[in-house]
C-alpha cells in the first residue's frame, strides 16, 4: 500500500489498463514474502516485468526502493507516472498540465472524419447498436480498398508513410486504422488528438516534463483500455463482426463501450495517478530494459538486494496483447503485418516484440540467465508463476514448474529454493468455451534466497 503524506490515508495500487495476470490479488502474499526472507529493512529491489506496475507500487508503499523495468515502452510509462520518477517540489501542477493539453487538442475542430461521425454519434444518441454495428464495420480504413479520389486518401497516404518511416503523427493515427475494430471513431478521434496535444505540451526532448509527459500517456492509456472493445478489454482481437453471426451481445457491448468519453476518462485517470504519485519518494526509476540485457554487475551497481520477477508463463506474446498501447505512447503509426495477403485480425505490427520468455527453444535460457545474473548479484529472487494440476491446458506453460525450480536452483542451491502457493487462480488467455474444462491452475511464488548476505 502507499500513504498520502498529507491525509495519511491508506492508497490501493491503480491499475492504469487491464492486465493479464495482474497480481492486485496477491500483493499482501508477495510483500509479506520479501519482508520475511529480508528482513524489516527496506530493500532495492529491481522488477524486470513491471506490467501494469502494480506490484511496483505496492513495494515502494511499503518503503522499498523501485528500478522497474519492462520491454514496453507503455508499461515503462505506467511505472514511471505511478512512482513519481523525475516527480519533486518544483514539478508544474499536472492539474493545469491536462489543462492545456485539453486546450491544444482543439477537440471539436472539423476533421476529415466528420461524415461518418455524424452516422456513428446518431446511432449512438438513439441508442441502436445494431445501426452502430453497421456504422463501425462500414468505415474506411488504410488497411481496406478505397476508390483513389476518397476525401480520406490523403490521410491514409501520409499514415502509411509514416509508418513505413517510423515518424511520429497525431492525426490519422488511431483513427485510420483502430476505429471501427478497437475504438469507435468519436473515440479513436479524440485520443489521437490528446496523443498530438502531449506531444505540444510535454515534448519528449524536454527533461523538465518528463514525469508529466508519463502521466498523460499513461492517462491516455487508461482511457483507452476503459473504450476497447474487445473480450478481456486487451488488443488482442476485436470482437468480431460478420455476418450470419447473432450480434445480441455485440450490439450491447458495442453501445456500452463506445459510449465510454475517453476525454472525461482521460482527465479523470490524472487525478488518480497525480495522487498515487504524490505518496511516493523520489528515488524510484523506470527504464526500458529487457532481461536479457542486465548483467549482475547492473544490479550490483544499483544496490540491488531483491528481484521480484512475473515473467509471461505460455507462448502466448504479451505484446500480441498491447500492441496499440505501444502505438499510443510512440505516437508512430503501426506498419501493419500481414499475412497470406491480408492484414491480421488483431492488426498487429510488423516489428511487435517477442519475448524469449514466451518462446518454448528460448524460455529455459532466458530464466537460467535470471536466476544466475540474480544469484551472482547476491539478490534474493522471487518468482511469481503458474502451474497446472490438470495434464491438459489451453495453455500449455513454456517452462514446467519442477524445470524452472530446477533452474533456480541451480543458481542458488536446491536447500535454498523455497515455494509458497498464493491465493489466485491462473487466468486463461481462452474463451472460457475455448479452454479446458476442469482448469484449476495454482499461481506460486517461488524463492531463490542467498545465505551469503
Known amino acids: ?74 508499461s515503462v510509462q505506467f511505472a514511471s507516472a505511478l512512482l513519481g520518477c523525475g516527480r519533486n517540489a518544483g514539478t508544474a501542477s499536472v492539474t493545469q498540465v491536462v489543462k ?61 508513410t509514416a509508418a513505413t518511416d517510423g515518424q511520429v503523427l497525431a492525426e490519422g493515427l488511431l483513427s485510420s486504422t483502430y476505429a471501427g475494430t478497437y475504438f469507435g471513431l468519436t473515440q479513436a478521434v479524440h485520443l489521437e488528438r490528446l496523443r498530438g496535444a502531449i506531444d505540444i505540451v510535454t515534448p519528449a526532448s524536454s527533461r523538465a516534463s518528463a514525469w508529466q509527459r508519463s502521466v498523460l500517456l499513461t492517462a491516455l492509456c487508461h482511457a483507452a483500455s ?68 542486465v548483467t549482475a554487475e547492473t544490479l550490483k551497481d544499483r544496490h540491488v538486494t531483491a528481484v521480484y520477477a512475473d515473467p509471461p508463463y505460455t507462448s502466448q506474446q504479451y505484446s500480441r496483447f498491447y500492441h496499440v498501447p505501444e502505438v499510443m505512447v510512440a505516437g508512430v503509426p503501426a506498419d501493419l503485418q500481414h499475412a497470406r495477403g491480408s492484414v491480421t485480425r488483431g492488426l498487429y505490427p510488423t516489428d511487435r516484440y517477442r ?18 545474473t540474480c544469484a551472482s548479484a547476491g539478490a534474493q529472487l522471487y518468482v511469481s508463476y503458474s502451474g497446472t494440476r490438470s495434464a491438459e491446458t489451453g495453455n500449455a506453460r513454456v517452462v514446467s514448474m519442477p524445470d524452472l525450480v530446477s533452474i533456480i536452483g541451480d543458481a542458488y542451491g536446491q536447500p535454498n529454493v523455497t515455494i509458497h502457493e498464493l491465493d489466485l487462480r491462473y487466468r486463461q488467455f481462452n474463451h472460457t468455451t475455448s479452454g479446458m474444462s476442469g482448469r484449476d491452475d495454482p499461481e506460486y511464488l517461488i524463492i531463490g534466497r542467498d545465505h551469503a548476505r
Open 1 to 74: 500500500m502507499t500513504y498520502d503524506a498529507d491525509t495519511r490515508l491508506r492508497l490501493e495500487p491503480w491499475r492504469p489498463v487491464q492486465f493479464l495476470g495482474s497480481k492486485l490479488r496477491s500483493l499482501d502474499r508477495i510483500a509479506a514474502a520479501i519482508t520475511t526472507t529480508t528482513g524489516t529493512e527496506p530493500q532495492t529491489v529491481w522488477e524486470p516485468f513491471t506490467g501494469s506496475s502494480v506490484v511496483a507500487q505496492r513495494l515502494a508503499g511499503d518503503g522499498h526502493t523501485m528500478w522497474s523495468c519492462d520491454a514496453m515502452a507503455s
Open 100 to 160: 492545456d493539453v485539453r486546450q491544444a487538442a482543439h477537440l471539436d475542430a472539423p476533421s476529415p472524419w466528420d461524415p461518418w461521425l455524424a452516422g456513428e454519434q446518431s446511432a449512438l444518441a438513439n441508442r441502436d447498436g445494431f445501426s452502430l454495428l453497421r456504422e463501425n464495420t462500414q468505415l474506411p480504413q488504410r488497411w481496406k480498398s478505397i476508390e483513389a479520389d476518397s476525401p480520406l486518401a490523403g490521410l491514409f497516404a501520409t499514415v502509411d
Open 226 to 293: 476503459a473504450a476497447v472493445f474487445s473480450a478481456g478489454k486487451h488488443f488482442a482481437q476485436p470482437h468480431r463482426i460478420r455476418e450470419g453471426k447473432d450480434l445480441a451481445f455485440h450490439a450491447r457491448r458495442a453501445l456500452s463501450d463506445r459510449s465510454v468519453d475517453v476525454v472525461s476518462t482521460f482527465d479523470a485517470a490524472v487525478k488518480s495517478i497525480d495522487r498515487v504519485a504524490a505518496s511516493m519518494t523520489e528515488h524510484h526509476d523506470a527504464t526500458q530494459t529487457r532481461v536479457e540485457n
Open 355 to 372: 519475448s524469449p520468455f514466451s518462446s518454448r527453444t528460448q524460455a529455459p535460457g532466458a530464466f537460467a540467465h535470471l536466476a544466475n
